[in-house]
């Protein structure tokens, strides 16, 4: 009994992951490589040949290399302010992480108040005298307003998922190893970099795994503020499958985006490895 106690403990979620994760995947990939009960290769030529596929295709990627950078050093910088206060700490911290609060859709809601038509960007540029009429900036003729606005959506929106979880990695790093480095006379900057960083790694990795898979499953924010005017991978995904009503299209855009994210993944694993003999 004592030698198969582990794995009862582990069987309620491992049964919650078959049930609900692997099973569905299974339906999906077989969705995606099956038509008229043929398995075929279809679904993906349709996709890959529609006009939309390497639009969206650039739209994620392009929103993903943009919005991740900026998060990453905003989280880090949150996160070396939160740890480094002694008073006030927690009420800083909750209002940081505010925007965890907040679901996708009421962030686009939100973001889409300031700058549509009526929106809070016109009447303070009306306001004071800069532009006549209220300018449409998130029209088709717009495309780089649009992305701006997504970016700064999904900044605002996510930074605070990085920071929760490195500001838990740097509350593990023993403050001896910047002590020790300030006596040998290194800057703030060189024990950030020299120190913090490398012992960071473990947490960098979860922060920047967590939001890649998330920046390529981008789809409330988007449909909030660009709709059909700028299409991403999901929102293809969504028109496949509820409006053209074709659920192996739509599957095969779900194991696109499995794969981006597997692979984008396993890039991350590689380029922030971590030694055993140097986890904390």
Request: hydrophobic share 60%; charged share 10%.
């Given at each position: 009994?004592?030698?198969?106690?582990?794995?009862?403990?582990?069987?309620?979620?491992?049964?919650?992951?078959?049930?609900?994760?692997?099973?569905?995947?299974?339906?999906?990939?077989?969705?995606?490589?099956?038509?008229?009960?043929?398995?075929?290769?279809?679904?993906?030529?349709?996709?890959?040949?529609?006009?939309?596929?390497?639009?969206?295709?650039?739209?994620?990627?392009?929103?993903?290399?943009?919005?991740?950078?900026?998060?990453?050093?905003?989280?880090?910088?949150?996160?070396?302010?939160?740890?480094?206060?002694?008073?006030?700490?927690?009420a800083i911290l909750y209002i940081f992480a505010i925007p965890l609060g907040i679901s996708d859709l009421a962030a686009g809601l939100i973001w889409l108040a300031i700058f549509e038509q009526t929106g809070f960007?016109?009447?303070?540029?009306?306001?004071?005298?800069?532009?006549?009429?209220?300018?449409?900036?998130?029209?088709?003729?717009?495309?780089?307003?649009?992305?701006?606005?997504?970016?700064?959506?999904?900044?605002?929106?996510?930074?605070?998922?990085?920071?929760?979880?490195?500001?838990?990695?740097?509350?593990?790093?023993?403050?001896?190893?910047?002590?020790?480095?300030?006596?040998?006379?290194?800057?703030?900057?060189?024990?950030?970099?020299?120190?913090?960083?490398?012992?960071?790694?473990?947490?960098?990795?979860?922060?920047?795994?967590?939001?890649?898979?998330?920046?390529?499953?981008?789809?409330?924010?988007?449909?909030?503020?660009?709709?059909?005017?700028?299409?991403?991978?999901?929102?293809?995904?969504?028109?496949?499958?509820?409006?053209?009503?074709?659920?192996?299209?739509?599957?095969?855009?779900?194991?696109?985006?499995?794969?981006?994210?597997?692979?984008?993944?396993?890039?991350?694993?590689?380029?922030?490895?971590?030694?055993?003999?140097?986890?904390?």
């Open positions: 009994m004592p030698r198969a106690l582990p794995y009862l403990l582990l069987l309620p979620a491992t049964a919650f992951l078959c049930a609900f994760f692997l099973y569905p995947f299974v339906l999906v990939a077989v969705e995606a490589v099956s038509r008229d009960g043929v398995y075929t290769l279809d679904n993906f030529q349709r996709m890959a040949s529609h006009w939309k596929f390497g639009t969206a295709m650039r739209n994620t990627l392009l929103l993903a290399a943009v919005v991740v950078p900026i998060q990453l050093a905003m989280s880090l910088a949150m996160a070396s302010v939160v740890t480094r206060l002694t008073t006030g700490r927690s960007l016109n009447s303070a540029l009306s306001g004071l005298g800069v532009v006549e009429q209220p300018v449409l900036f998130l029209s088709y003729q717009n495309p780089v307003v649009i992305f701006v606005a997504i970016a700064l959506a999904e900044v605002w929106r996510a930074t605070a998922i990085m920071m929760v979880i490195l500001v838990a990695g740097m509350g593990l790093i023993p403050k001896e190893y910047g002590e020790a480095a300030e006596v040998f006379g290194a800057t703030r900057w060189q024990r950030f970099v020299k120190v913090t960083l490398p012992m960071l790694k473990p947490s960098l990795q979860t922060a920047l795994i967590l939001r890649v898979i998330l920046a390529f499953e981008v789809f409330a924010v988007v449909m909030a503020l660009g709709g059909t005017n700028f299409p991403v991978l999901m929102s293809e995904t969504y028109q496949w499958q509820f409006v053209l009503q074709d659920r192996g299209v739509a599957a095969a855009y779900a194991m696109v985006i499995l794969g981006i994210s597997i692979a984008f993944t396993v890039l991350i694993l590689r380029l922030l490895h971590v030694p055993k003999a140097a986890r904390i």
